[in-house]
């Protein structure tokens, strides 16, 4: 009971889509700001605002990675604080590149850096 999972070190994913955006990318830890308790590890990709999570670039937890695989925006859940039910973002299409996405909701959520590696320390 209470045991620590294994830790995994992921790589940043190198595509067209993140080539589009000027190549650069990196690892986020998502928290919610209401509880701190973490939501995601993401990869954001190029410069600006974080405001919204594509679903192929959530890496952890496996509930929300594999979302991508399995559902269209129709019946794509709300993305919810596992902890405290905060609502953190609603389901949406990109549709400039119709890609399944979070939009996140300003002031619900924050992030920090990462360096890939879940969980976080």
């Known amino acids: ?56 670039r959530i890496f952890e937890p496996k509930n929300l990675s594999n979302l991508q695989d399995s559902f269209n925006k129709s019946s794509l859940p709300n993305l919810r604080c596992f902890s405290c039910d905060n609502l953190i973002a609603v389901p949406m299409v990109y549709k400039l590149e119709n890609r399944l996405a979070f939009r996140l909701i300003r002031g619900s959520f924050f992030k920090r850096k990462s360096d890939g590696t879940y969980p976080p320390i």
């Open 1 to 56: 009971m209470g045991e620590q999972s294994e830790t995994i070190q992921y790589k940043l994913k190198k595509d067209g889509y993140a080539r589009e955006r000027g190549g650069g990318s990196e690892f986020l830890d998502i928290y919610c700001s209401f509880c701190q308790s973490h939501i995601a590890l993401y990869q954001k990709d190029g410069s600006g605002s974080l405001l919204r999570m594509y679903l192929d």
